[in-house]
């Protein structure tokens, strides 16, 4: 059974350019959560879609957006992008929601 | 203010040395979990453990579950270089899982 996949592992990005991340669950899961992890705050929370609806926010500015697609595959968006939003993005599916999650490698976001 | 608070932020100890990471919090969670996150790589689950008190083992990992619900502590027994990495408690806060900042473990052989 594959895992969560994130695409791309690696990015490269102008300040006040936009970038979108992918992410597919593990067959079978609805629902994703997004989450930035930088070294100084540690894992934070973006958002979570479950069936094509975004069912919880962290607090992020709305420069940070997302969607889910029906076959449960998410997108996330950065645009304007600011030299603080360099990080690692993981990207977490489950089955309906469930506290325990499974983790895609991540995409590691740099804005130069 | 964090949430989940662990410590020690960082740990570097010998092969072979027994050590205990903690997660402490002042607000009760219903379950907590602990990931295990290697470089490069995204944290993967090694536990949850949900009622108060509770211990769980894993090989040479025991996870307790404090009587109130508040914290957890994870111990290591006989650590070993692949026992590096970084270690996250995780808990259901609002809907949301809320994650501490994490305990950066190094073994040294």
């Known amino acids: 059974k594959a895992g969560v996949t994130q695409t791309p592992r690696y990015l490269i990005k102008t300040r006040g350019q936009q970038v979108t991340l992918s992410c597919s669950p593990i067959?079978?899961?609805?629902?994703v959560s997004w989450y930035q992890q930088t070294p100084g705050q540690g894992l934070q929370f973006l958002f979570e879609?479950?069936?094509?609806?975004?069912?919880n926010k962290g607090n992020f500015p709305g420069r940070f957006s997302g969607r889910q697609f029906s076959n449960s595959r998410s997108e996330m968006n950065v645009s304007t992008l600011e030299l603080g939003d360099s990080a690692l993005y993981l990207c977490?599916?489950?089955?309906?929601?469930?506290?325990?999650?499974?983790f895609g490698q991540g995409t590691r976001l740099t804005v130069v | 203010t964090q949430l989940l608070e662990q410590s020690p932020q960082f740990l570097s100890i010998q092969e072979g040395e027994n050590l205990t990471v903690y997660c402490n919090s002042s607000?009760?969670?219903?379950?907590l979990q602990w990931y295990r996150q290697e470089p490069g790589e995204g944290p993967v689950l090694l536990v949850t453990?949900?009622?108060?008190?509770e211990v769980k083992k894993l090989k040479r990992l025991t996870f307790q579950f404090g009587d109130a619900r508040k914290d957890s502590s994870l111990h290591i027994t006989a650590a070993q270089p692949g026992d590096t990495g970084l270690y996250l408690c995780?808990?259901?806060?609002?809907?949301?899982?809320?994650f501490g900042k994490g305990t950066r473990l190094h073994i040294l052989p």
């Open positions: 977490a599916s489950s089955l309906t929601g469930e506290i325990e999650a499974f």
């Open positions: 995780a808990g259901d806060r609002d809907d949301k899982i809320i």
């Open positions: 067959s079978g899961h609805r629902s």
């Open positions: 607000s009760v969670f219903s379950s």
């Open positions: 879609y479950f069936s094509e609806t975004q069912r």
């Open positions: 453990v949900v009622t108060g008190g």
